[in-house]
């Protein structure tokens, strides 16, 4: 039993230390993006970060433009959100929560711009409905003007990627 509860206690320890303690509550916390992995996941360091609220078309996702000519609108979607946010560049974000990846889910600000309003305004994410309501009027506006990937026709982010695990 003794041997249990050691192992338990160094687990705990060890946690402690790997886990930093960077969000340890919910103020806002100035980062430096030091990589733009898609339209939706940025990283500061070694912190993961999954902007709240969005769904962003995949890297290596397809799209239809108005034409119903394919294009490449997962590259399309993380080429604007490293267009609005460079290398570099300082973000202040809040921790919410962390997913199932380990990413730090948050929200985030880029010169007092909210980063998941604009990147879903701008057309090239969607509101994440199952998370979060904040970013709904922002997809009805991008769907409206037709900008990104509402400018043809798309497979949801979420239903792409189940369509890939399958095959």
């Not at 929200?107 to 199952?130: P, Q, S, T």
Request: glycine share 6%; with cysteine; charged share 30%.
């Amino acid at each position: 039993m003794l041997k249990y509860k050691t192992l338990w206690v160094l687990a705990i320890v060890a946690l402690s230390i790997y886990v930093p303690d960077f969000f340890a509550d919910t103020e806002t916390k100035s980062l430096r993006v030091t990589a733009v992995t898609d339209a939706d996941s940025l990283r500061a360091g070694d912190l993961r970060l999954r902007l709240h609220g969005i769904d962003a078309p995949e890297l290596r996702q397809t799209c239809l433009d108005k034409s119903s000519q394919p294009y490449r609108c997962g590259q399309e979607a993380a080429d604007f959100l490293r267009s609005m946010i460079e290398i570099g560049a300082e973000i202040q974000c809040q921790h919410l929560d962390t997913d199932r990846y380990n990413r730090w889910v948050v929200k985030c600000f880029h010169n007092g711009e909210d980063i998941g309003e604009a990147v879903v305004r701008a057309g090239w994410a969607l509101a994440y409905r199952r998370y979060a309501k904040d970013y709904i009027e922002a997809e009805n506006q991008a769907e409206r003007a037709e900008r990104g990937i509402w400018q043809g026709n798309f497979t949801r982010p979420e239903i792409w990627r189940r369509e890939q695990r399958k095959k």
